[in-house]
């Protein structure tokens, strides 16, 4: 039910704001997306300034917490009883049964690294492939990381659960949908090479590419969990007193739906809530439901669901932007006030956008898989 109405809201909400603003709702519904009817902002230092220093806070937090599990899988191994102390840390970190590094894993870096060349190259022999590639290069990866997942712990995500693992990448496809129909309303990306693309065809095309966000990211949330300090040691992180006040889900539910819905009508100054908005929404509505949020945990100092799939998402991110950097069909930003000072296509300061999306991805890959944390601890 709660995500029925989370669908509903994220949906309606951009719409209904341009349509109370008496604009034509058809251009936010094209398919593909080639209209450019949104005019940004030129670059501000002063705008540039507010997000890097939400930026740094987030990152900050990030760091903060990485640190504090570091020391906390320290003063494991110092311990007195050290050869317990090891085994219940690597135990609860995934590590139980070290393995080798299986085939699978070495044919993953091949295909990758193969398509990653056909994708940057321009092989006239290869053209009618060539808007195939980016599915193969993050298949490629996605093997690749749960093979390592699988030299670290002996286990990976794709071995724990395969059918449930498969049945991500139809729920990815439809998540990312969702974000690019966000994007309609502030057109912070667009995409080249797909001029000439019928409905279908793109539909199809940019499918298989949105099938391997979900696997990649909690692939990598997997892979992190097997390095003790991310796994055992933020579990022991300081306990964080959260407000328990019962109007603060409604004042925050209010204000990411208010804020959703507007940011067709200000797409320059509210453009961020692309990412943020979505994720309060869900926040809420778990929170008035009575269900445990991501947040919960930091109560007992267990610090993994936030910082894990958003450092996750952030070096996926560093691989999207690089490998879309040459690839024929790419995206391209127009982010106003801070579109300087980029890394591949990405102003630098957009990646922070990755860090709420990477909570976001855990939110609904655990969907499908379950909880990441506990079933690391089970295995």
């Known amino acids: ?6 669908v509903l809201m994220l949906m309606g909400l951009p719409l209904m704001g341009i349509m109370a603003a008496g604009r034509d709702p058809a251009p936010y519904l094209e398919m593909p997306p080639v209209t450019r009817f949104v005019a940004h902002a ?37 311990a007195p009883d050290f050869p317990k102390a090891l085994k219940n840390a690597t135990s609860a970190a995934g590590l139980k049964h070290p393995g080798h590094f299986p085939w699978w894993g070495w044919a993953g870096i091949i295909l990758c690294l193969a398509s990653w060349l056909l994708a940057w190259k321009r092989f006239t022999w290869f053209w009618l492939f060539q808007p195939h590639t980016f599915l193969p290069i993050w298949a490629g990866f996605i093997l690749a990381v749960n093979a ?25 496809a439809g998540f990312w949908w969702f974000f690019e129909y966000l994007n309609r309303f502030v ?9 000439g693309m019928g409905p279908g065809e793109y539909s199809y095309y940019s499918s298989l590419a949105f099938a391997t966000v979900l696997p990649g990211v909690l692939s990598m949330v997997d892979l992190l969990l097997t390095v003790p300090a991310l796994g055992k040691g933020l579990t022991r992180c300081r306990p964080l007193n959260l407000p328990s006040s019962p109007w603060i889900p409604w004042v925050t539910l209010a204000t990411a739906s208010v804020g959703l819905a507007l940011i067709g ?5 509210l453009f961020s809530l692309l990412w943020i908005s979505p994720l309060l929404i869900i ?24 910082v894990v799939p958003a450092l996750a998402a952030v070096l996926c991110g560093f691989f999207w932007e690089m490998w879309n950097y040459f690839s024929l069909a790419r995206w391209t930003y127009t982010i106003p006030f801070v579109q300087r000072f980029h890394l591949f296509e990405m102003p630098v300061l957009g990646f922070g956008g990755y860090l709420p999306f990477g909570l976001e991805c855990l939110l609904v890959g655990s969907l499908v898989i379950g909880n990441p944390f506990r079933q690391v601890e089970q295995d």
């Open 1 to 6: 039910m709660r995500w029925s109405l989370f």
């Open 42 to 78: 030129g670059f501000s230092w002063a705008w540039f300034g507010f997000f890097a220093v939400a930026d740094l806070m987030m990152i900050g937090g990030l760091l903060w917490a990485i640190r504090c599990g570091l020391l906390r899988t320290r003063e494991v191994v110092e």
């Open 148 to 172: 390592l997942a699988v030299k670290r712990s002996g286990s990976c995500l794709v071995l724990r659960r395969p059918f449930r693992f498969l049945l991500l990448f139809p729920l990815s």
């Open 187 to 195: 057109q912070n990306w667009y995409y080249t090479g797909i001029e």
């Open 265 to 269: 009508i200000f797409p320059d100054q």
């Open 283 to 306: 926040f809420s509505i778990q929170s008035l439901t009575g269900r445990r949020t991501l947040l919960s945990p930091l109560r007992i100092g267990d610090w993994r669901p936030l």
